[in-house]
């Protein structure tokens, strides 16, 4: 108690105004913590910088025609592949030939035993002569009994009868004759020669066998320049490209010509092009596909029979068409899109349709616009509506060398078939059978001349042995240069024969002028004016070329004097 009742009294005596003051402050500090919390709320942190804009880079799209590649699974196939069989029964006495080699017309390649066509000679020829020697008799005969009987010393029945006998000697005579050549024929079928220049397969029936109807085929032999190539399409392709076509998505080529590439089991891509120069009348019951049929130059001999391949057909365009780079476009859960910045600079997600690749781009069917931009680079950071910094970049280039060099015009018939059936790629990346691949125009010039003087703008076109005539072969090698000259009447044309080594030379010469003639005649009938036009007496081959390089006609294109 001594203590509490102390302050106590202490208390009484400091009086009201104490009291008062005590109880002041302690209801001021409730307030003063209030006051404090609110200060410390009020001080905020200081608000993040907003991100900066996404950079990306993006090209403005441009509607414009393009071309258009289809691609198909074909066949090489020899354009005359001939079987060399035996057309007379007997002993094959030996093989001629190196088998797998190339072989000329009228080269020996099987040789019969020829001892039993002999003796069948001798004894046609026998029999001949015995017939002849009864005709002899019997005109002689007719002839004294034709004036007995006009001066009625016999009747006229013996005129008759020596009349008869006479022709019925003339008539064994003939038969007598005939059975002389066909010993000739068939002692000269012992001899079993090529038909046609080509590559020789391998030796079916072997020495000292006996060759009767049933073993008669000996070998073939098949002609490596041209070769085709057969290639097949569905109905439901070729509803769609007519499809496509009647509603304007689809160009055909001008004159429905249309270039043959084919790419080899590699990769690589055959250096010469051709042209469709068959279409089947109808689609087969079986398969239900669509032959067509292709003929490219084969010089070297580079393309077997029996070659898989793939045939890319040129000549197809798209017009207003819309191309973008392949990363350019993304895959969701609701199929492709791309990113697109609109006029304020912000980027948005939009949904496209794609068809063929061109390369490695990709053909846009829908969702896109002429003049909208599209991002090609820089996805990562892009959202809906958020702004962006865009790096404008110009449009990747089509592929160049697509359509290559022009390699002639397609027979007329093949092509307006081929025009109502080549099917629609179709399948466009999914698919992956027929990607597009845009082609660039032909150039002005032909390829290199195979004649090996390597300047770029000389071809050569080769002849058959014996032939003046061009083939389609040698009409395909001639497209690119008669484009070449009617795009520049400042160009000349030389044309330069080779006189062939084999055989009588001036037999030879007069063949060799007989083909460049023939090549300028080509040229002419394509209104090429005469004055472009420059021949070269023919020239002897030299060096190591074969017999088949002389065959030939250059065309080089020149600048004009």
């Known amino acids: 108690m001594g203590l509490s009742t102390d302050m106590a009294l202490r208390a009484r005596r400091a009086g009201p105004s104490r009291t008062v003051a005590a109880s002041s402050v302690r209801g001021l500090l409730p307030l003063l913590c209030a006051a404090v919390l609110l200060s410390a709320c009020s001080k905020s942190e200081p608000e993040k910088a907003a991100p900066p804009p996404a950079e990306v880079s993006a090209l403005t799209v441009k509607a414009q025609t393009v071309p258009v590649t289809y691609e198909f699974v074909g066949q090489t196939e020899s354009s005359q592949q001939v079987e060399i069989r035996a057309r007379v029964n007997g002993f094959l006495e030996r093989r001629v030939y190196t088998e797998g080699t190339f072989v000329e017309p009228g080269q020996v390649l099987f040789r019969m035993d020829v001892k039993p066509f002999e003796a069948s000679l001798k004894a046609a020829k026998a029999e001949l002569a015995q017939q002849q020697a009864r005709l002899a008799?019997?005109?002689?005969?007719?002839?004294?009994?034709?004036?007995?009987?006009?001066?009625?010393?016999?009747?006229?029945?013996?005129l008759d009868d020596a009349t008869g006998t006479e022709q019925a000697?003339?008539?064994?005579?003939?038969?007598?004759?005939?059975?002389?050549?066909?010993?000739?024929?068939?002692?000269?079928?012992?001899?079993?020669?090529?038909?046609?220049?080509?590559?020789?397969?391998?030796?079916?029936v072997q020495d000292g066998a006996y060759v009767n109807a049933e073993n008669s085929l000996l070998?073939?032999?098949?002609?490596l320049d041209p070769m085709r190539v057969n290639?097949?399409?569905?109905e439901n392709e070729s509803l769609r490209l007519q499809d496509e076509i009647a509603k304007g998505k689809l160009i055909k080529a001008p004159r429905d010509d249309y270039a043959v590439e084919l790419v080899?089991?590699?990769?690589?891509?055959?250096?010469?092009?051709?042209?469709i120069t068959f279409a089947d009348a109808s689609f087969s019951q079986e398969t239900g596909t669509f032959l067509l049929r292709a003929e490219l130059p084969n010089p070297k001999g580079e393309l077997r029979p029996g070659q898989f391949v793939r045939v890319k057909v040129h000549g197809f365009q798209r017009p207003n068409s819309i191309i973008v780079p392949q990363r350019a476009v993304q895959e969701g859960p609701r199929g492709e899109y791309v990113w697109v910045v609109d006029a304020e600079g912000k980027a948005s997600q939009r949904p496209v349709s794609v068809g063929d690749w061109m390369g490695d781009q990709?053909?846009?069917?829908?969702?896109?616009?002429?003049?909208?931009?599209?991002?090609?680079?820089?996805?990562?950071?892009?959202?809906?509506g958020a702004p962006v910094k865009v790096k404008d970049v110009p449009p990747e280039p089509l592929p160049e060398g697509a359509l290559g060099r022009q390699a002639g015009p397609t027979p007329a018939g093949a092509a307006a078939a081929a025009a109502s059936v080549m099917p629609n790629s179709g399948a466009g990346p999914a698919g992956g059978a027929a990607k597009a691949a845009a082609a660039s125009p032909p150039p002005a010039s032909a390829s290199a001349s195979p004649s090996g003087s390597g300047g770029a703008n000389d071809d050569a076109v080769y002849f058959d042995r014996g032939r003046t005539a061009l083939d389609a072969t040698g009409q395909v090698r001639l497209v690119a240069i008669i484009a070449a000259l009617k795009a520049k009447p400042e160009l000349r044309v030389v044309l330069h024969g080779y006189v062939d080594s084999s055989g009588d030379p001036k037999i030879n010469a007069a063949i060799a002028k007989r083909r460049a003639e023939a090549v300028r005649d080509a040229l002419l009938a394509a209104d090429v004016p005469a004055k472009q036009i420059e021949m070269k007496a023919p020239a002897n081959i030299v060096g190591g070329d074969s017999p088949a390089m002389a065959r030939r006609v250059d065309v080089i294109l020149a600048e004009a004097r």
């Open 264 to 275: 080899l089991a590699d990769g690589s891509s055959f250096p010469a092009q051709g042209r």
């Open 231 to 234: 290639f097949s399409l569905s």
């Open 219 to 223: 070998t073939y032999v098949a002609k």
């Open 169 to 204: 000697a003339a008539a064994a005579v003939e038969a007598a004759a005939a059975k002389v050549t066909d010993a000739q024929l068939n002692l000269g079928y012992t001899t079993i020669t090529s038909p046609v220049a080509g590559q020789s397969s391998f030796a079916k």
């Open 137 to 158: 008799t019997a005109r002689a005969n007719l002839a004294r009994v034709k004036p007995l009987v006009a001066d009625n010393a016999l009747a006229v029945k013996d």
């Open 362 to 384: 990709w053909l846009v069917t829908g969702g896109l616009k002429d003049g909208e931009r599209v991002v090609v680079d820089g996805f990562m950071r892009l959202a809906p």
